[in-house]
């Protein structure tokens, strides 16, 4: 996994550890790191993670980092690793079918008013009318299908489109 | 520590499974499929789960509680719920499964259920 930071606009590459180490230095919105002063006012994090099923916790213990830099209250910060897995899951099992090959993107971009979220697999997409209400009566002993609904259910918004290079990208958002 | 902890005892007919932990894709999920699996297998085709330490669970774990009730109907057996967190019943309840699932909130009276 590859992890990318950007505080304050400027782009630090870092690695997960270290990822950690900085979320720890960056919890407060105004302090000092390493002698600086700073403010975050916007900060992303970029993701390039492999299509395997032990990502999908990766990009959770991410996302946690994320919503404890934004000051997320707990129900918040729930709904974001719920949505962040079962984005996560389906980028990996449906998008890009495991398929050691394709590489499934994750950016967090946080802001003072809200937290958005992207993940793109490398898929041949799908049409969402197409996707079967998992709380239709015929469909609810199915074993899957439920993602979809646990994402609009916990985030504000959720938003399917094509990328221009190919697969299919969720914007995810989830207001202050 | 394993993600999912699964203890197993007798209550009479009723073999009762205390889990604890998550019960997500991978680890956790198989568990519970394997676990389901062999005591069908051994004939115990009542089975009640004990979930108070799941503090966790997505859409893939909901999708294997569905797949194991399936499983253990087609067996003739029962497949109950017991001391969901709040979390859990508020999932099961966005997914409509909270009338499918028989839930029980005392483990006597869970017990008592079974025929």
Redesign the interface.
Same mark, same amino acid.
């Given at each position: 996994m590859r992890v990318r930071g950007v505080l304050h606009r400027r782009t630090i590459p870092v690695r997960l550890s270290e990822a950690l180490c900085f979320e720890a230095q960056a919890r407060r919105r105004r302090g000092a790191w390493k002698g600086h002063t700073y403010l975050v006012t916007e900060e992303t994090t970029e993701l390039e993670l492999e299509s395997r /099923?032990?990502s /999908?916790?990766d990009a959770a213990e991410v996302a946690a980092q994320v919503v404890r830099r934004l000051g997320l209250g707990d129900e918040a910060a =729930?709904g974001v690793d $719920?949505a962040v897995?079962?984005a996560v !899951?389906n980028a990996v099992l449906h998008g890009n079918r495991q398929d050691k090959t394709k590489k499934v993107d994750v950016s967090f971009r946080g802001s003072p008013e809200m937290l958005e979220i992207t993940v793109r697999d490398r898929g041949t997409g799908f049409e969402l009318e197409n996707v079967p209400d998992? !709380?239709d009566p015929q469909n *609810? $002993?199915?074993?899957? #299908?439920? #993602?979809i *609904? =646990?994402m609009r !259910?916990f985030m504000d918004d959720v938003e399917y489109s094509r990328h221009p290079e190919g697969g299919t990208v969720v914007r995810m958002t989830k207001r202050k | 520590m394993a993600e999912l902890d699964i203890k197993e005892r007798q209550a009479g007919d009723v073999t009762v499974l205390d889990m604890d932990g998550k019960i997500t894709i991978g680890e956790g999920s198989v568990a519970l499929r394997s676990a389901i699996r062999r005591l069908l297998e051994e004939g115990k085709k009542k089975i009640l789960l004990n979930l108070a330490g799941v503090g966790y669970i997505d859409s893939s774990g909901i999708g294997e509680l569905v797949s194991s009730f399936t499983a253990i109907n087609k067996e003739g057996g029962q497949l109950k719920l017991l001391k969901l967190t709040q979390k859990l019943q508020d999932l099961l309840a966005i997914t409509k499964l909270l009338t499918v699932f028989d839930v029980y909130d005392e483990e006597p009276e869970a017990l008592s259920s079974y025929k």
């Open positions: /099923i032990e /999908i916790a =729930f $719920m897995r079962e !899951t998992p !709380t *609810l $002993m199915k074993a899957s #299908g439920r #993602g *609904l =646990f !259910t | -």
